[in-house]
């Protein structure tokens, strides 16, 4: 089954961010290597389950990348494609966004 692509392409990059938990993933993922228990430790209260599905899908769409390592205990790591890596200037737009209107909440 093909994925049907959406013609505008802010349609496709909502679709492949489309979820707080993603963006939160990424924002991460932008700092480093991380692997699945820094993850889950850092956004908080977010399920294994919930984080383990986003983690497949943005794999999946070459967002990250997953590296298993053969140790016992396994280890497995989490990074950013090219692809996802090209997603840096739009969140840090994000943050001077959410900045600036932060400030001007202020007075």
């Known amino acids: 089954m093909e994925k049907?692509?959406?013609?505008?392409?802010?349609?496709?990059?909502?679709?492949?961010?489309?979820?707080?938990?993603?963006?939160?993933?990424?924002?991460?993922?932008?700092?480093g290597t991380r692997r699945f228990g820094e993850i889950k430790k850092s956004l908080g209260k977010i399920s294994q389950k919930v984080l383990t599905e986003n983690l497949r899908s943005m794999e999946e769409n070459g967002i990250i990348k997953r590296t298993v390592y053969n140790e016992v205990p396994p280890r497995v790591e989490y990074?950013?494609?090219?692809?996802?890596?090209?997603?840096?200037?739009?969140?840090?737009?994000?943050?001077?966004?959410?900045?600036?209107?932060?400030?001007s909440l202020e007075y």
């Open 4 to 31: 049907q692509i959406p013609a505008c392409p802010v349609e496709l990059t909502l679709m492949l961010i489309s979820n707080r938990w993603k963006v939160l993933i990424i924002r991460d993922l932008l700092e």
């Open 79 to 103: 990074s950013l494609t090219e692809t996802g890596y090209s997603l840096k200037p739009i969140f840090d737009a994000m943050c001077d966004w959410g900045l600036n209107y932060k400030k």
